[in-house]
């Protein structure tokens, strides 16, 4: 008998097309299997990531003094006291917030003030929104009955977004945790996805390319854009909370929500500035109004230092990742949808129109 007939070394091959399809079947179901275990916390997950591309160069310059595990721990601890006092804070107000407009529909206790004399005189939609605030102001039932079914869903929505506040600050800070240990093993996860990206693309200085690409895009919208709005709506924030002004979380939500999308946060501002000049007393109101204002004005010192450090991103994608993350994934949506949805349309870009020019990339450090 011939040797190479019996041995299986030498008995003939699978065909390439059944061998390729094995391949395709067991990924599809090794990533179906992983993916079911990690759906639950891939919020969480997203999150630290973008953090630790944020927080990765100010690592390296840590390391270089305390060394690596220090670092990683110094970053984690610091981050999650400064950002859980003020989060704490912000849920607390706004589900609180929530709760009582929620709970004042269902019992009919909620009393709404008649509107202003000139709202009837605007043009075209002045009489109709005079008359159904009205209508709203004198005879709640009757007003949840005329418009409830127009407003059940979006109640509903508001007790569900209430409902997970909690979890969703919670998440936050675990994320700040998480991130200081990716931070701690970034050099090995950094040559993982190198390796990915580099077999994905066929080509390795592709890959490396296009983890440079995606880094500098995290840290440009997580710092230039996000960051920025955080920092002025926690400036303005402290002001709302410290004078006292009723609903200051759902107010602070809405200014970070105005200040992520690029539109000036003093149009918040300016009429809270004015309710308080006419119910506080002079010297508090003042004091506040400085404060506001100076806080308001804030982005524009901000944005020239962090906004170069990455890629221009048209401002509507940054906009339907704001609505759609919060819309998805709450609180956490917030942060998550502007960056996804940024780096997502810039390697859609790279891939469309391939470049291999990183002088415009300002990342100043290896990726994370």
Known sequence: MDPKVSDPVFAPSRPPVLHAALQIALVALLVYACSRIALPFIGILLW???????????HLHLRARVGNRWSAT????????????PMLMVVTSLGSSIYALVSGLQNHSLTIPAPPPRLADLPVIGKKLADGWSLVATNMPMALAKYGP?????????????????????SFVLSIGIAALIVAYAEGATGFVRRLMSTITN????????VKLTAATIRGVAL?????????TLLIGIGFFAIGIPAAGALTLITFLVAVVQIPALLVTIPIIGYVLATEATTPAMVFTVWTVVA??????????????GLDVPMPVILIGVIGGMIADGLLGLFIGPVLLAVGYVLLIEWLYPSTDDTHLH??????
């Open 224 to 232: 230039g854009v996000v960051g920025v709005a955080l920092i002025q």
């Open 150 to 170: 127009m407003l059940s869903k979006s109640a509903a929505w508001l007790a569900s977004f209430a409902g997970g506040l909690a979890t969703g600050g919670l």
């Open 48 to 58: 630290s990531v973008i953090l630790a591309a944020m927080l990765y160069p100010l």
């Open 363 to 368: 990342i100043g450090e290896p990726a994370p």
């Open 203 to 210: 080509d390795e200085a592709r890959g490396a390319r296009l």
């Open 296 to 309: 308001g004005l804030s982005d524009n010192v901000l944005k020239p230092i962090m906004l170069g450090r």
């Open 74 to 85: 110094i970053i984690g601890l610091v981050g999650v006291a400064v950002m859980l006092v």
